[in-house]
C-alpha cells in the first residue's frame, strides 16, 4: 500500500524495518512479523538481553524503531531497558495489562506505546460472566459429580441448590473496557451493577464507590477486572473478603496480584465467603493445591483472552499498529501515561 | 386443610415436603416398599385428593387410576410431559405447574452451558487441579462465545429469557417454533433442520410432547456440525440421544451442555470419558430462591384448590387474553379463572394482578393465547387494535371473541384470515357496518355470530333504561348525574 514515509525514515526499497521481538512463543503472529518485518528475535539469540539490545543497535539495513513484547513476563520496558535500546522509537505490547510498561519514561522520550486496546474485551468478558455462573450454579462441581458416577448414587434432587444470579448485586472493581463489558452482559441477566474505581464515571447509571471495602460490603459478587499496579496490588485483602460476607463471590480475571491469595484461601477455608472462580493467580502455574480440595473453586489457566478469534485480532491490531507506526500514521491503540 | 389428602411421589424439597406436612395431610409415596405400591396406594386411595409430582416423577395413566379420589395435580416443574393431560382432562382432575418462577434461573443455566462448553471451562478446571498447567504449559485455545449464531428451539418464557441473555453478548437469534412470533430482530425458521444449519449454538427450550419427541434428530445434529453446540435445558427425550452421543464421540458434533438425559439420573456411559461434553445432573431450576418460589406456588395452588378459590398457575385451561382490563374485561377474567383458564392481558398501563400476566403489546398477547378477547373502550388509539399482526399471531388455533366494537378489528383482515384457515375460529357480537355482516362468513364453520346483543337480557336493558331515565331527571332537577362520563 501506498506509505507516506519521508525518505529519511524508509528502508532502501525491497528491505524490512527491522524489529525486536521479545515474545517467546513462534506461533501465528511470529510468522506474521517475519512475513513482513526483518524480525530481531530475542529469545532466539540467546545472548543475555543487555547484549542482545546492543548488538541490535547494528541491524541492517536500519537498527530496529520498534519492538514487540509481552506482558507478564521476566521482560520489563522500563529505563535500564530504553537506555540500552536508545534507536527504538515504538513499543507495541501484546497484553492488556501495562504494568510491564514504564509509560512516563516512555513519554519522556517519545517512545510511542500501542497497548491491546479492547481485543481482549469481549473474550475476558465471557470468561469473567462464564465463571460467575459456574460457581454460583455449581456447574463445575456437577458436572464432576455426574463424571465420578454419583448422581444414580445419590438420586434425583439431592445435588445441592445454587444460588440464583437474578438480583445479585455486582460489584465490579475497575471499570474500564473490561468492567464495562461484563456490566453490559450481566445486566441482561437481572444483576444490579455497582463499582469502584479510581474516579466515578459520569457517563455510567451504576452506583460508585469510592472504595472496595464499602463495594464488597454492599456487594453478593466482587468481580475484580482492574490494572495491577502499586495501588491496586492485594486490593482484594481480608478485611474486603469478610466485608463482601459468607454468601459472597469473587471473580477474578485481572491478575493474581489484584487478590491477596493467602487470604482468600483463608476465607475459602473458614466459610467467610462463598465461592471463587479465578483465572490468575499470584504465581502462575503455580496453583496453590489448597484450592484443589475445594468444591466452590472454579480455576481456569489464565486463559480468558486464549480464543481463536483473539489470537487472529490480536496479530491484526499488533501489526496494525506497526505498520501504523512505520508509515508515520497515528497508532491504532496508542497508550499515554495515565 | 388437613383433610386434603396430599400423595408426594419423591423426595424433591426439603421446605416442601415440611409445608405439606403441615399445611395438609401427607402421604409419602416412598413410604411403601416398591413392590407393595400397588397395595399402598389402595389403602390410601379415598385419602388422596392431590398429587405433587416433578421433573421426574409425576402423575402417568396408571397412578391416576389407582386413585379415585384425585382432583388435583400440582407439578414442582414447569414441565409436565411426564402427567397424563388426556386423562386428567376426562377426569376432571385439574392440573398446576410452576411456570415463570424459574424461567430466569433456566435460561441462566443455558447460557453458563454454553460459554462452558464453547471456553470448556469444566475442562480447564480439571486441567488445572490435576496439576497440568504446570506440568503440560498453557491450556489449549478454545473459540469465543460472544457474537455466536444462537438458535432457539421454542420460543416461549424459557427461550425468549435465553435470547435476551445472548443478544447482550452480541449473539444473532434465530428460532423455531410453532408459529412465528412477533419479534422481527429474531429470524424465525419453519423447520428444524434449517435452523440447525444456519447457527453455531443450538439451545432446546421447548416443552416435551408428542411432536417434539427427539426433535433434535440425527438430520439435525448433522447439519449442526463439527463446530456445532448443543444446549439441552429441555428434557432428554427431545434429543436422538444415541445419535448425540456417537456424534459427539466421533467429533461429528463440536460440544454439548446436557442438562436433561433420556434415563436419568444415568447419563450414557460413553459421554462420561468425553472432554468435548458438559454434564449436569438436572439443575437447570436448582437455586435456593427458585425452588422456594417454585415449593410457595405448588402450596399456593393446593390452598386455592382447598378453599376453592381460583387457582394461580392453571396448566388446564385455555390460555385467555383479554385486551382491557376494565370492569367488563375483569368480569371476564373471575369467570375464565373458575375453568382453570391462565388469564393474560394488555391495556395500556400494567396494574397489579398477580395471578394475571401482562403483555406489553397486544401482537405479544396475542402471540400467548389461545382465546383474545377484546374487551378495550373504542377510541383513536383502539381503533383496528386487532390488526392483521394481531391476527397472525392468535394463528391458525387461535380464537377471536369480540364484544367490544366492530371497527376494534380489522374487518376484512379477519374475515380473510377465517376464510384461509390463517385464523383458528371467532366469536362475533360487534361489526364494522352494523346491520351488515360480511357474507363471506356465512359460510364459515368455525365463527358464531351474534346481533350486537352483549346487554340483551331483560334484567340488564331494565337496568339501562333505569340508568337512562335516572340520569335524565338528575340532569332536570339539577342534582348530580348517576352515570356522568368523564
Known amino acids: ?338 | 386443610m388437613e383433610s386434603l389428602g396430599v400423595l408426594l411421589l419423591h423426595p424433591m424439597n426439603a421446605y416442601l415436603e415440611q409445608e405439606l406436612d403441615r399445611r395438609f395431610r401427607l402421604i409419602r409415596l416412598w413410604d411403601s416398599p416398591p413392590d407393595a405400591r400397588a397395595d399402598f396406594l389402595r389403602s390410601n386411595a379415598a385419602a388422596i385428593r392431590a398429587v405433587v409430582g416433578n421433573a421426574g416423577y409425576n402423575a402417568d395413566s396408571a397412578l391416576i387410576d389407582a386413585l379415585p379420589a384425585l382432583e388435583i395435580v400440582a407439578s414442582f416443574s414447569v414441565g409436565i410431559d411426564r402427567v397424563d393431560l388426556a386423562k386428567c382432562r376426562e377426569r376432571g382432575i385439574r392440573v398446576t405447574n410452576t411456570p415463570d418462577v424459574l424461567t430466569d434461573d433456566v435460561a441462566d443455566l443455558a447460557v453458563g452451558l454454553a460459554i462452558a462448553a464453547l471456553r470448556k471451562i469444566p475442562q480447564a478446571d480439571r486441567y488445572v487441579r490435576a496439576g497440568l498447567w504446570k506440568a503440560k504449559g498453557d491450556y489449549t485455545l478454545t473459540t469465543r462465545f460472544s457474537g455466536k449464531r444462537v438458535a432457539i428451539l421454542g420460543l416461549g418464557r424459557i427461550g425468549l429469557a435465553v435470547a435476551k441473555r445472548a443478544e447482550a453478548f452480541d449473539c444473532s437469534i434465530s428460532y423455531h417454533s410453532r408459529s412465528q412470533k412477533p419479534f422481527p430482530n429474531y429470524r424465525f425458521f419453519t423447520n428444524v433442520v434449517d435452523l440447525a444449519a444456519n447457527c453455531d449454538v443450538l439451545i432446546v427450550a421447548c416443552s416435551l410432547n408428542a411432536e417434539t419427541h427427539h426433535i433434535v434428530s440425527r438430520e439435525v445434529i448433522h447439519a449442526l456440525g463439527p463446530e456445532g453446540v448443543l444446549i439441552n435445558i429441555g428434557r432428554g427425550a427431545h434429543v436422538d440421544e444415541p445419535e448425540l452421543v456417537s456424534a459427539l464421540f466421533e467429533k461429528r458434533l463440536g460440544a454439548a451442555g446436557l442438562d436433561v438425559f433420556e434415563h436419568e439420573p444415568f447419563p450414557p456411559e460413553q459421554l462420561i470419558g468425553l472432554d468435548n461434553v458438559v454434564l449436569v445432573p438436572h439443575v437447570g431450576s436448582d437455586t435456593e430462591e427458585t425452588c422456594k418460589a417454585m415449593a410457595d406456588l405448588v402450596l399456593q395452588n393446593l390452598e386455592a384448590h382447598a378453599l376453592n378459590k381460583p387457582l394461580l398457575t392453571p396448566f388446564s385451561g385455555k390460555r385467555v387474553g383479554i385486551i382491557g382490563l376494565g370492569r367488563i374485561g375483569l368480569a371476564i377474567a373471575t369467570r375464565v379463572e373458575a375453568f382453570d383458564c391462565p388469564v393474560n392481558y394488555y391495556q395500556r398501563t400494567k396494574k397489579e394482578y398477580p395471578n394475571y400476566t401482562y403483555y406489553p403489546s397486544v401482537v405479544e398477547l396475542a402471540a400467548n393465547s389461545d382465546v383474545l378477547v377484546v374487551a378495550c373502550p373504542l377510541n383513536e388509539q383502539t381503533r383496528h387494535i386487532v390488526n392483521r399482526e394481531v391476527i397472525d399471531a392468535l394463528g391458525p388455533k387461535g380464537v377471536l371473541i369480540n364484544i367490544g366494537r366492530g371497527p376494534h378489528v380489522d374487518e376484512p383482515e379477519l374475515v380473510s384470515a377465517l376464510v384461509e384457515g390463517r385464523l383458528g375460529g371467532a366469536g362475533l357480537d360487534v361489526f364494522e357496518d352494523e346491520p351488515n355482516v360480511p357474507e363471506a362468513l356465512f359460510t364459515l364453520d368455525n365463527v358464531v355470530l351474534v346481533p350486537h346483543v352483549g346487554s340483551g337480557t331483560h334484567e340488564t336493558r331494565q337496568a339501562m333504561a333505569d340508568l337512562v331515565l335516572g340520569n335524565l331527571e338528575a340532569h332536570v332537577l339539577k342534582k348530580p348525574l348517576l352515570t356522568p362520563v368523564v
Open chain 1, 1 to 338: 500500500m501506498a506509505s507516506a514515509i519521508t525518505a529519511s525514515t524508509a528502508p532502501p526499497s525491497g528491505a524490512k524495518h527491522s524489529v525486536l521481538l521479545l515474545r517467546r512463543a513462534n506461533d501465528y503472529l511470529a510468522a506474521a512479523l517475519r512475513a513482513r518485518y526483518h524480525v530481531l528475535s530475542f529469545y532466539d539469540s540467546g545472548e543475555p538481553l543487555p547484549a542482545f539490545l546492543a548488538a541490535s543497535a547494528a541491524a541492517e539495513p536500519e537498527p530496529p524503531r520498534a519492538a514487540l513484547v509481552v506482558g507478564g513476563g521476566a521482560i520489563r520496558v522500563d529505563t535500564a531497558f530504553l537506555d540500552a535500546a536508545p534507536y527504538l522509537r515504538c513499543v507495541v505490547t501484546t497484553s492488556a495489562g501495562l504494568d510491564h510498561v514504564d509509560l512516563a519514561e516512555c513519554a519522556c522520550r517519545g517512545v510511542l506505546v500501542a497497548g491491546a486496546g479492547e481485543v481482549f474485551s469481549t473474550d475476558v468478558a465471557d470468561h469473567a460472566v462464564g465463571l460467575l455462573i459456574d460457581v454460583l450454579r455449581k456447574v463445575s462441581a456437577a458436572d464432576r459429580y455426574v463424571r465420578r458416577g454419583l448422581w444414580p448414587v445419590q438420586g434425583q434432587g439431592d445435588y445441592p441448590l445454587g444460588s440464583k444470579l437474578g438480583g445479585k448485586r455486582v460489584g465490579i472493581i475497575g471499570l474500564g473496557n473490561i468492567g464495562s463489558s461484563i456490566a453490559r452482559r450481566l445486566k441482561a441477566f437481572g444483576c444490579v451493577i455497582q463499582y469502584h474505581s479510581r474516579r466515578p464515571k459520569d457517563t455510567v447509571s451504576f452506583k460508585y464507590f469510592p472504595d472496595v471495602t464499602s463495594l464488597a460490603t454492599e456487594s453478593d459478587v466482587l468481580i475484580v477486572a482492574c490494572a495491577l499496579n502499586a495501588q491496586t496490588q492485594h486490593i482484594v485483602n481480608m478485611e474486603v473478603l469478610e466485608a463482601l460476607g459468607e454468601d459472597g463471590v469473587v471473580v477474578n480475571i485481572a491478575r493474581g496480584g489484584n487478590i491477596d491469595e493467602a487470604a482468600l484461601i483463608r476465607a475459602l477455608k473458614g466459610g467467610e465467603i462463598a465461592g471463587a472462580g479465578l483465572d490468575v493467580f499470584e504465581k502462575e502455574p503455580e496453583v496453590p493445591t489448597d484450592f484443589f480440595s475445594m468444591d466452590n473453586v472454579v480455576l481456569t489457566a489464565h486463559e480468558a483472552v486464549f480464543t481463536t478469534e483473539s489470537r487472529s485480532d490480536l496479530c491484526d491490531l499488533m501489526i496494525g499498529n506497526l505498520e501504523a507506526f512505520f508509515d508515520g500514521k497515528p497508532l491504532l491503540t496508542h497508550v499515554l501515561p495515565k
